[in-house]
């Protein structure tokens, strides 16, 4: 019997056996590479405004450490459970991998509604989870970044707790933090400063003009309003919709997208914007573009919708948006080009790679060393992807995931066993 359940785990684990059968991993190494090596469960007990003592649960899962410390972000969601934490960890372990980063996976979080919390209580929240994870992480055992529900101000907060159990200031427990504090510049933006440059290649490769392009954005959050800012800004993109948790917005003649980010920056949702046709969010998804990113929650992409959408480019911003089964949809369909999840969006944890080592060293560099050095990456990282999928014939996500797997699956056989 196994604490990883539910639908996002589940997920994971067909993508992994897919893979394994694929490279031939024999079945008595696949549980140690697809179970995680650690999972913390804790009560976040805090005084709420109204005088309620309320426990909340909190959660960290760090997936490997054969290569260096884990690294991932840390959600704050109603919905967190264990099985979800544990997918999004393997998830990320594929990714460093594929990045060549010295990093296994990890995400942690707390099952709780940012969006009703007052500011002392998401102080308080961060603050005391932070302590609790004290025991179990470190600069070199398992480094915490923003997720879903989080940001720098949350880092600020995880990164005080820990420096002050210790005595002294530890910049590199966390990354994603402000700059003033031993951030990164570039580092908020990365994620979706990447997503758009990746469809730039993609555009490339398909012999696509971006500047004649349209593309649609599920999910407005940092990455999602980073992505649209980037590709009408830097590529010359025509975003024709975008949405939200709370809004969907379709217009083909293209929508303002500057103001729209800044109706999300002012009102943290994209409710309430009135100047843009609305539509139904599920309906924006199957609305025509040539590009279409997902960068918001798991599982939008289904087999219910895979074969009306009406892409050229899927470009997963977000973790696990598209479903095994319509991944053998798209496969059967052969005119989606797809950016898998663990490539796209791996811009994030590249530049917090990039924030660590500078916080290690303390030597900082600039904005433009720090995109150059990303583009760079991401770069080498897609054309060994798009070679190891021309070679083998497999779909994009095939060969992204065998690239990871491998090379986590080598080092342990190097490592060994032990004892």
């Given at each position: ?246 809004a969907a917005f379709h217009d083909p ?66 973790n696990g948006p598209t479903t095994p ?42 904005e433009t060393e720090v995109n150059t ?47």
């Amino acid at each position: 019997m196994s604490i990883y359940t539910g639908p996002v785990f589940e997920m994971a684990a067909t993508q992994f056996a897919a893979i394994a059968d694929h490279i031939g991993i024999a079945q008595d190494e696949r549980a140690r590479l697809l179970y995680p090596k650690r999972t913390i469960a804790v009560s976040v007990p805090v005084h709420m405004d109204d005088g309620r003592t309320e426990v909340f649960q909190g959660y960290r899962v760090q997936h490997h450490l054969t290569l260096g410390p884990t690294k991932g972000g840390t959600r704050f969601a109603p919905s967190l459970d264990v099985g979800e934490t544990a997918a999004l960890a393997i998830w990320m372990s594929w990714k460093c991998a594929l990045a060549n980063l010295p990093y296994g996976g990890a995400k942690g979080g707390v099952a709780c509604d940012p969006g009703i919390l007052s500011r002392r209580e998401l102080e308080a929240i961060s603050r005391r989870y932070m302590q609790e994870m004290i025991p179990f992480v470190s600069p070199h055992t398992d480094v915490m970044a923003p997720d879903m529900g989080t940001n720098e101000q949350v880092m600020a907060w995880f990164m005080d707790t820990y420096s002050m159990h210790h005595g002294h200031s530890v910049n590199e427990i966390v990354t994603g933090k402000p700059v003033a504090l031993g951030g990164t510049e570039g580092r908020r933006e990365a994620t979706g400063r990447g997503v758009a440059h990746l469809i730039g290649r993609a555009c490339e490769r398909l012999g696509m003009r971006a500047s004649n392009s349209t593309a649609i954005v599920q999910g407005f959050g940092n990455v999602g309003s980073v992505t649209a800012l980037c590709l009408q800004a830097e590529h010359g993109v025509k975003v024709v919709g975008a949405s939200d948790h709370t809004a969907a917005f379709h217009d083909p003649n293209g929508l303002d997208v500057a103001k729209l980010a800044a109706h999300a920056a002012a009102h943290r949702v994209l409710s309430g914007y009135t100047e843009a046709p609305r539509i139904d969010p599920a309906e924006l998804l199957l609305q025509k573009a040539d590009i279409l990113a997902p960068c918001a929650v798991e599982r939008v992409i289904d087999a219910a919708n895979a074969g009306r959408l009406q892409c050229r480019i899927l470009a997963e911003g977000a973790n696990g948006p598209t479903t095994p089964e319509a991944d053998a949809i798209l496969d059967l369909r052969g005119d989606v080009f797809v950016i898998p999840d663990i490539l796209c969006n791996a811009g994030g944890v590249v530049v917090s790679y990039f924030e660590w080592v500078q916080d290690l060293q303390r030597l900082f560099w600039s904005e433009t060393e720090v995109n150059t050095k990303l583009r760079s990456l991401l770069d080498g990282t897609f054309a060994q992807v798009s070679a190891r999928a021309a070679k083998d014939r497999i779909s994009m996500r095939m060969a992204a995931l065998a690239i990871g797997v491998e090379r986590v699956r080598a080092g342990k056989q190097l490592r060994g066993l032990f004892p």
